[in-house]
């Protein structure tokens, strides 16, 4: 198992901003519904804090999302 690091600050904004402040998941968007970074691949799985497989999500999204 991978073991699991912040993501920083400077990555979470731009993941962030890529995405358009926006929930990849259900389109919802900031200042609507709080916003959280979600591993595509769950660390847990071999997942990194690559910035490829990273995506916003809002946090109904995150927490409902089961792998």
Sequence with gaps: MSKRESISKKIRFE???RD???CQ???RSAPDVVL???HIM???KGGDNDILNL???CQ???SCLLY
Excluded: L, R
């Design 25 to 27: 998941y259900c389109g």
């Design 42 to 44: 769950p660390v847990s």
């Design 15 to 17: 993941v962030f901003k």
């Design 55 to 57: 995506v916003t999500s």
């Design 36 to 38: 959280e970074i979600d």
């Design 60 to 62: 109904a999204c995150n």
């Design 20 to 22: 358009s402040f926006t």
